[in-house]
């Protein structure tokens, strides 16, 4: 709250500050308001210029929209940002809420070891009701 707090203050004096904007909307997003997070990226995203916006700002508003449950809009934000393993997971993660099988498997193999990846795959096992297969993966992570 402290962090979001002084970041709005600066907004105040500088409401195009490009580093201030990420860093509010990461506050935000950290802080269970995706969507107020969610419209930051978007306003970062609409106001870039020159080269144009920084791609992650498409898969970090894909997040804040998977946790609105806003899938399709999710899935649509994260396919217009680069090929990132946090991309993958949500991608995953929708691929389960459309009950895609073909989508699931396709982003399951995609998926790594690094702790992130294997916390998406137990999660999907729980939520499919896999339950020893997401025990599994709990018992070997580090």
């Not at 979001?4 to 308001?33: M, V």
């Not at 729980?126 to 599994?136: G, K, N």
Request: proline share 4%; with cysteine.
């Amino acid at each position: 709250i402290g962090a979001i707090t002084l970041l709005e203050f600066k907004r105040q004096s500088a409401p195009k500050d490009k580093t201030n904007l990420e860093w509010l909307a990461y506050c935000y997003f950290h802080h269970g308001e995706h969507r107020k997070s969610c419209e930051l990226y978007r306003e970062l995203v609409n106001s870039a210029e020159g080269d144009g916006p920084d791609p992650l700002y498409h898969t970090y508003m894909a997040a804040c929209l998977f946790y609105l449950s806003e899938y399709k809009e999710a899935e649509e934000a994260a396919l217009k940002g680069p090929s990132t393993k946090l991309q993958t997971r949500i991608l995953f993660h929708v691929a389960h809420k459309f009950n895609d099988e073909s989508k699931l498997m396709m982003y399951h193999q995609q998926l790594t070891d690094s702790t992130e990846d294997q916390l998406s795959l137990a999660a999907i096992h729980y939520l499919r009701s896999h339950f020893q297969e997401a025990t599994d993966i709990y018992k070997r992570l580090p």
